[in-house]
């Protein structure tokens, strides 16, 4: 398998720009970090008369780089005879694989689990400065038989291979998954009742708020799919919160099943915050600002004011074609049905002809006028949506940001608008 960085950074970015999740996304891939090269390593599961495997969870701290931000997290199976740990991790993809950029692009992507010296995938999260714990778990020894031969069995054959998505499917609810399965589904039955009113869009902007560019692309490429308040279950995408959520987890008879926990390497880089920033009151100062610009260049400096309006609106109708692929051309149904293409709609490509007139000084046509109005309609109405409880998408910010500049260019541009 292909693991060299900058072929994996120009994949991840691609998908940031062709999809506006960051990532989405990976999702982010949420949790697709780039890990070491394969290494067939799986132990097969052993005898019901021998000794149980001690079964653990390492969870790595996020990382510097974009696609390092959401953490990372793996199984590790210990052999009670050798005391060999070996990890099983969910994160590998293959770039060699037949369309995979297609794939990529569209949504349809395949991840493997991979099983490794847990040594070897450690050496490169030490050498980054990411930290990394372990959770050793108290599973009954049949529990442990089980799910130590089901997962040397995974990553030996076909099985390997799943479909991977950024919220729901991913490196970290494959080990989630994985667990709740050994576990008799205790999981899932203590964690998806408890909510913390964590979201995929608050923890996506929180965990890439240190990379201000990929916040920006979470925030304005998740739809309202992405708002709704996650059980403690379905926040395990993160890495992180899995950990966290171990903790809590209560064995039948009381015993909590986390039976200890330890430092592997200390964290040496930044956290992210533990919250996601929250900028209503900057977006509307700025969107006034960036009115009362347009105003006052609209009277001093017409000319200068259409070549401004080009801009945005080149910028706004591209991202408006992103967002209306992502829709109609993509898997990606947490950019579905979203609200901000009222805000960066792909007609304001059609507005150009009309501001390249003003710009040489001369009249656009009428068509130009009534789209503008269309335009800056649609704006309006995201703005309406914002009191309607049956559109709960948080895109507040950008509506506070981008409707006062497009009233504004519609007063200066169209003053019989």
Request: proline fraction near 7%; glycine fraction near 8%; aromatic fraction near 10%.
């Amino acid at each position: 398998m292909a693991r060299t960085d900058w072929r994996l950074a120009a994949a991840l970015l691609l998908w940031l720009l062709t999809t506006l999740l960051a990532p989405a996304v990976a999702q982010p891939a949420a949790s697709g970090d780039a890990l070491p090269p394969r290494t067939e390593a799986a132990s097969p599961g052993a005898p019901a008369d021998m000794a149980a495997p001690r079964i653990g969870v390492v969870t790595m701290e996020p990382g510097e780089i974009f696609f390092e931000r959401f953490g990372h997290n793996a199984i590790v199976v210990e052999d009670p005879a050798s005391g060999r740990r070996i990890s099983y991790n969910f994160g590998y993809f293959d770039l060699d694989e037949p369309n995979f950029f297609v794939n990529f692009i569209h949504g349809q992507m395949r991840y493997w689990l991979v099983a490794l010296p847990l040594e070897q995938d450690m050496a490169r999260y030490r050498e980054l400065g990411r930290g990394a714990s372990l959770q050793w778990l108290d599973l009954a020894p049949d529990q442990a038989r089980a799910l130590a031969t089901s997962l040397a069995a995974r990553a030996s054959g076909e099985g390997a291979r799943y479909r991977y998505d950024y919220f729901t499917s991913n490196c970290s609810t494959q080990v989630r998954d994985a667990l709740d399965q050994a576990l008799g589904g205790i999981l899932r039955s203590q964690l998806s009742s408890r909510s913390q009113g964590n979201t995929y869009r608050s923890e996506s902007v929180r965990l890439a708020a240190p990379a201000a560019w990929m916040a920006v692309g979470f925030h304005l490429g998740l739809a309202d799919y992405a708002d709704k308040p996650l059980s403690r279950w379905e926040e395990s995408f993160i890495p992180m919160r899995l950990r966290d959520a171990l903790r809590e987890v209560r064995l039948p008879d009381g015993r909590p099943l986390v039976a200890s926990e330890s430092v592997l390497h200390p964290h040496r880089i930044g956290q992210p915050p533990a919250e996601a920033p929250r900028l209503r009151v900057e977006a509307l100062f700025t969107g006034l600002v960036l009115a009362l610009g347009a105003f006052w260049l609209g009277r001093r400096a017409p000319r200068a004011l259409a070549g401004v309006a080009l801009g945005f609106w080149t910028v706004a109708g591209l991202a408006g074609l992103v967002m209306l692929f992502i829709w109609f051309g993509s898997a990606h149904v947490a950019g579905h049905g979203n609200e901000n293409l009222l805000l960066l709609s792909p007609l304001c490509l059609f507005l150009l002809p009309g501001g390249w007139a003003r710009l040489r000084g001369r009249e656009p046509s009428v068509r130009f006028r009534w789209l503008l109005r269309i335009v800056v309609a649609g704006a309006a109405l995201a703005g309406f949506l914002k009191f309607m409880p049956f559109r709960p998408q948080e895109n507040v910010e950008w509506v506070l940001l981008l409707l006062p500049l497009h009233w504004a260019l519609l007063r200066r541009l169209d003053p019989r608008g």
